[in-house]
């Protein structure tokens, strides 16, 4: 029963469990590598699936639905797609079980086998492309903008709650394009929605990018790419979106008359995001006392506690907070009035505060005699006594204040945390001292990238956008260098 | 590219799969037995799924999600449900692919074998009242509001689009309670918003009844359900909710500890609709020229078609058309100019009649000069001509009016295909001649409703709520019975 969290100094990965579970966000299920996401954590992945879903409306994408299973023959057909995700399918290769001869339960019927195994989508690419191949002939077809909400499944070896887990939730936008120039610009516009929504609704700042050759997507010419940082100082990839040139469409024979009248293979392009994006909420924002959650995606805003002695107190303090309740919702403002007898003022504190609600209210008696209201924000837990009147437009402000805020700290962490090193020495150094990301030369070859990888953990996160050109040689190889690349351990 | 519809005269199926197909619902997939819900008919769905869990979060319900997959040992737990479900699973063996050592593409890696087969979910109860059991500890904890929006596979042997697919979307709840009373409460609560979500938004009018032991869901002890009349006089099931007793506790050892400080098994209820409903939607409201939708949950409701020669006419109507648009929409209409001049407005009446848009607006040259617009009905394919002021007004009042008569007619058409009898003969002759439900009595024994599904292909469909009681004899054994239940052919 103790909600007692571990903190982030003695274990920033038990830390981080902790959050995930006694926040009441998800839970380990039976099922080895999948995880169930509870009401509460749900509901706060439904607050930003809305908000992206909204995003790529305005943006003129719609929502399609494809199936669930792949057949196995199509995995192949990309060569680079095939490579990336084979080792990590789950397999269907059977239709039905049947009574156990030998006793209780039941077994796989031998004589259910299918003639093509089916494989559980790890994404969806490969079936999508087989069906665009009837959707489109002319370029009046095109573009084709659709995105999918869906479950994919990807059989990682080593889980965390969200960050990696066998079956996670996602969404993936499939789009066909009659120019190389239109999907690149497509690959582009979903990355600008993505750091958009990061930054607007979860607070989050991101560097925008683009990924090196053995970083990118299977089967993609061009990966671009959102990076984040975690509080430990370790990276995180908040969102991907890939210029897939005309791979798939080679792959499955997809071509389109255009305006000249000659058949010629589609543009695509693909991009998604997934609950992953809960971990990097979590470990962005989160403290030693719980989650700290951005008020626009936050499941509650503002939790109204009640402190009082006896019946008499109680209902006339019943009676303001109802008022106040109703006031805040009135205002659109997602709130509650806690009032359940069976638990006590201080376990409440405890109990919201784990669960990251922005806004805390307690009213006591005085509070009530004085017509003020004692008002906390759970993340600078600064504290103030506010009157009474005009207590809904107080609080709405005071959301909207602290979004803004959370983010402006986030981007400081992440400003100060970006460090520039021109040395081999240097490099390992912050990597190991500070973390964050390490700003180095690099020559730009895989070779020297998997050397470094081998040797200190580190990725290449990405060469970000809009990159300033600089001469310069590799920390590693002390080849010429024209750029900086960011250099980061990751999740 | 033709259009034509099969008339449902000429052939029921056809016709129905013409509308699905080129209606632009849903196309077939490569994986046998599951569809592609396209973006038009994803878009319908949407609004379906949106106004249904409104009604769901209304009630005190919150959304959750379990994984995919549930160990094949968890469904053997109840007898029954193993019972109903074994035959028809998706059945996962192995986690890894690898290249084929003999050839090109990958192979089913055999040393990549689970210990423990996995079921692809057909239905999660197991899976869930296995978390359950985590989850509840008091009578406090209790009720348990849950649902879950999510993919299913039955692997059915024959598939019609929507109808019966291998993979359906569905919604599934799942609520936890400490007493008999209020499980069976709550499984009839959410029976009554099934049948207020299908009459007032799909304009789908229904029969509330709770089914016969032979047709209750696998593990139920109570299985009530909505029955809703196609066209063809066939019935469909367009919702269940289960009261599961304490099966599904018992088979999973989920006790709490009640007010009297107890241990008692949790009492249970499951309730789930699903797809199918979109292929009701389409029999009950479409016609030989296509689709007909209810304007509440229709992707378009309203479309403007102009008519002009000459670019001078052109001009002068798009000046106008485009007015109109933004009228319509800002009363929250969701409503499309159609000005694609690779298309003949002949060939757009006949697209959007197949796509069964509730209201057409046509504006022509001699109409913009007299300050008027044609307005045509799709469901009663009525034309006026109006004025052009307040046209957004007239739009909004007759979309209202459509989804009203929509039902109105469909409920007209269901309470003239209830046809009571009392003989055997009759029985016969009303299934062959007429259709429709059949209320007759029966002698209650599961020997005779099987002899009769084997003579006629009819089903119980429900025993209806609130049924009175009559003395009469079985059509078929000419045993006593108390009341009449309805049978018919259905989906």
């Keep these: 029963m103790s909600k007692e969290v571990t903190s982030r100094a003695a274990d920033y990965s038990q830390w981080y469990n902790d959050l995930v579970i006694k926040g009441g966000l998800a839970d380990y299920s039976a099922v080895r590598g999948c995880m169930v996401i509870k009401p509460y954590g749900f509901t706060l992945w439904e607050h930003m699936r809305d908000a992206l879903d909204k995003m790529f409306k305005d943006t003129g994408h719609v929502n399609a639905y494809f199936p669930l299973f792949i057949p196995k023959s199509f995995l192949s057909k990309e060569a680079a797609h095939v490579e990336g995700f084979a080792k990590e399918c789950a397999v269907v290769t059977h239709y039905r079980l049947k009574n156990d001869p030998d006793g209780k339960g039941v077994v796989v019927d031998p004589e259910a086998k299918l003639e093509e195994e089916l494989i559980v989508r790890p994404t969806s690419e490969t079936i999508i492309w087989s069906t665009y191949k009837d959707w489109i002939q002319s370029y009046r077809d095109l573009p084709l903008l659709i995105n999918q909400w869906a479950n994919v499944v990807r059989w990682e070896m080593r889980t965390r709650l969200f960050l ?82 005309q ?11 255009n305006k000249d009248n000659q058949q010629e293979y589609v543009w695509a392009t693909s991009w998604g995001v997934s609950t992953r994006l809960v971990g990097a909420l979590i470990m962005a924002h989160g403290d030693d006392e719980g989650l700290v959650l951005p008020p626009r995606i936050a499941p509650l805003q503002a939790v109204i506690i009640p402190i009082y002695k006896g019946p008499e107190q109680k209902d006339l303090i019943d009676a303001k907070a109802k008022e106040i309740l109703e006031d805040l919702k009135s205002k659109g403002i997602r709130a509650k009035y806690d009032d359940n007898d069976n638990n006590r003022p201080g376990w409440k504190f405890a109990e919201y505060e784990m669960k990251g609600v922005p806004v805390r209210l307690v009213l006591g008696a005085r509070d009530l005699e004085n017509h003020k209201i004692e008002v906390a924000r759970r993340d600078t837990r600064e504290k103030e006594t506010v009157n009474l009147d005009g207590i809904s437009q107080y609080v709405d402000g005071l959301l909207i204040k602290i979004q803004f805020e959370m983010l402006q700290r986030a981007r400081k962490f992440m400003e100060e945390s970006i460090t520039k090193v021109d040395t081999w020495g240097d490099f390992v150094k912050v990597l190991d001292e500070k973390g964050g990301f390490v700003s180095a030369h690099w020559d730009g070859t895989a070779e020297t990238e998997e050397a470094i990888k081998e040797k200190t953990k580190a990725t290449i996160r990405c060469i970000p956008l809009d990159n300033p050109q600089e001469d310069g040689v590799c920390i590693f190889s002390g080849k010429p260098s024209k750029e900086r690349v960011l250099f980061a351990r990751a999740y």
């Excluded at 958009?196 to 050759?213: D, H, Q, R």
């Excluded at 791979?247 to 008359?257: G, I, M, R, T």
């Design 164 to 245: 990696r887990t066998a079956e996670f939730l996602w969404q993936e936008g499939h789009t066909a394009h009659a120019t190389r120039e239109e999907a690149v610009e497509e690959a582009r516009k979903m990355l600008e929605v993505y750091a958009t929504f990061a930054e607007e609704f979860m607070a989050l700042p991101v560097i925008k990018g683009v990924k090196t050759a053995s970083e990118r997507f299977a089967g993609a010419e061009d990966t671009y790419c959102i990076e984040s940082l975690m509080q430990d100082g370790k990276a995180l990839q908040a969102g991907t979106s890939h210029f897939l040139g």
């Design 247 to 257: 791979n798939f469409a080679k792959a499955f024979d997809v071509k389109f008359l």
